[in-house]
Nanobody, 119 residues
Framework: QVRLVESGGGLVQAGGSLRLSCAAS????????MGWFRQAPGKEREFVAS???????NYANAVKARFTMSSDNAKNTVYLQMNSLKPEDTAVYYC?????????????WGQGTQVTVSS
């Protein structure tokens, strides 16, 4: 079982920045994929970004050019740098992990961290 712990959420004004961290422990997936998802009140959880252990990234259109996902494999930690934040970025942000195999699903999830962007 992979244990994921997010940190770094908070309250920020529109246009500001935050950096989220997600530390993985336990039976981490070798050559796995880590992802960030978010869920706003009354909405379904949505994909934000993902990164493979080789560093390949993928982003949702809504956050491209504003968010950057990175990883420190030695620390089993991934980050989400969020710049130019907008009120619509307000959500609970979740870290997730999956094996890097065809059809692999995100099966390990963190508890989430709240990000609130005020206008």
């Amino acid at each position: 079982q992979v244990r994921l712990v997010e940190s770094g959420g908070g309250l920020v004004q529109a246009g500001g920045s935050l950096r989220l961290s997600c530390a993985a422990s336990g039976r981490t997936f070798s050559n796995g994929v880590m992802g960030w998802f978010r869920q706003a009140p009354g909405k379904e959880r949505e994909f934000v970004a993902s990164i493979t252990w080789s560093g390949s990234t993928n982003y949702a259109n809504a956050v491209k050019a504003r968010f950057t996902m990175s990883s420190d494999n030695a620390k089993n930690t991934v980050y989400l740098q969020m710049n130019s934040l907008k009120p619509e970025d307000t959500a609970v942000y979740y870290c997730a992990a999956r094996p890097n195999v065809p059809g692999g699903v995100f099966s390990s999830w963190g508890q989430g961290t709240q990000v609130t962007v005020s206008s």
